[in-house]
């Protein structure tokens, strides 16, 4: 039986050095057995870290049979309505204070999700700590994706020092936090009050001192964005192809666009965004969302459509 959870990997050399670092730190998830891949060893842990991805291990022979659940700093997100399996995750994982489930998808205009409190504390609200980052969450409240880690450290390494940053759909703040440590300045909108709050929040926790905070729609951002920005983020994969028009207004000529989508096959928005004026620098599967549709990133190159 395969169980999907974060994973790392590390030289097979170095593999049971890092065992126990990570069994001192209560991280590594000790249900799920080690894996091979070639000359490097995949050791599953319970939280998103540096260079983590998200893949299936084996159980541990012996181990009790959780249910498949996601963790988000102190709170387990089951797949399923199930209260029993909901106590027996919390009485497996004593750092965890809640578990919820999933009760639908991400929707509305605000893209929050309904969860369903099914044991331990009766909250949504964690702390999630990511890459000597923390951030303040509501599962219930604000949009917010541990498993976007990854990505956001991928797109903080392309950067060049003093770039201006546009984040159109930031949630409770996590690709601006990350991507101030080399920005000039970001503007981080959201039209949610609830995670432009948490969003606030999580700039005093982190100390960051080059990130606006704006309400606002996205699609009105040109009326007060004083001069165009090198780089725009724009992580709303349900209904990001509404905004892509605006998103290339703003963003300068040779600027970068990380244009995030959830697609039903390769190419599906090429053409648009060719037409717009753009390049694209690669196209890159997240990970799959359901049977048939995966979330997908675009590197954009904007130029101008004369070019």
Known sequence: MKV????IRVPSRKGEAVRQALIRE???DTTLKVCRDGEMLILPVLAPRESAEWLGFDLQKGRVVLPRHELVGGIAILQENNPAGAEKI??????????????????????TRKMVILAGEPTTRTEVTEHHHHFTVDLAGAYFSARLSTERQRILGQMQEGEVVL?????????????ASRAAFVVAVDLNPVAVELLLI??????????????????RLEV???C???????NLPLAGTTFLAEAFRLCREG???????LVSAKGEHTQCIRELGGVILSEREVRSYSPGMWHTVYDIRVRHPDY
């Open 167 to 179: 984040d159109m759909f930031t949630g409770v703040g996590p690709f601006a936090i990350v991507l």
């Open 228 to 234: 165009k920005v090198d780089r725009i983020v724009m």
């Open 90 to 111: 919390l009485a497996s994982r004593p750092s965890l204070h809640s578990a919820v489930y999933a009760d639908g998808e991400v929707s509305g205009e605000y893209r």
């Open 224 to 226: 007060f964005l004083p």
């Open 4 to 7: 999907e959870q974060w994973g």
């Open 255 to 261: 600027g970068t666009i990380h244009f995030y989508s």
């Open 202 to 219: 999580n700039i005093r926790k982190n100390r960051i001192r080059n990130v606006l905070p704006v309400l606002a729609d996205a699609s």
């Open 26 to 28: 209560g991280a590594l």
